[in-house]
């Protein structure tokens, strides 16, 4: 079993940055993406980001140019640099991880994700 927890959510001002953390414990070598999404209460889960097994990444055209995913294999951790942050990328953010077949789905329909870090930008 897999257990995603995530940290470095809070309240930034528009313009500002934060770095998410996911840790992952009980990480199975079979799991080849890892990502991030976002919801709103009451909304859609909107993926954000994805990376796989080979380093390749993917991102919402919303968040391209101002975010970027990452992960340090050697601590089992993964990251999100957010920077240039707009009023509307207020969420919770969680991150995802699955095993299986590539090209990577999308994050929402991972198999694991974890609780999830609240992100709040105040414009």
């Known amino acids: 079993q897999v257990q995603l927890v995530e940290s470095g959510g809070g309240s930034v001002q528009a313009g500002g940055s934060l770095r998410l953390s996911c840790a992952s414990y009980g990480y199975s070598s079979t799991i080849v993406c890892m990502g991030w999404f976002r919801q709103l209460p009451g909304k859609p889960r909107e993926g954000v980001a994805v990376?796989?097994?080979?380093?390749?990444?993917r991102y919402a055209d919303s968040v391209k140019g101002r975010i970027t995913i990452s992960k340090e294999n050697v601590k089992n951790t993964l990251y999100l640099q957010m920077n240039s942050l707009k009023s509307e990328d207020t969420a919770m953010y969680y991150c995802a991880a699955d095993y299986g077949a590539l090209p990577c789905g999308e994050p929402g329909s991972f198999r694991y994700r974890g609780q999830g870090t609240q992100v709040t930008v105040s414009s």
């Open positions: 990376i796989d097994n080979y380093g390749r990444t």
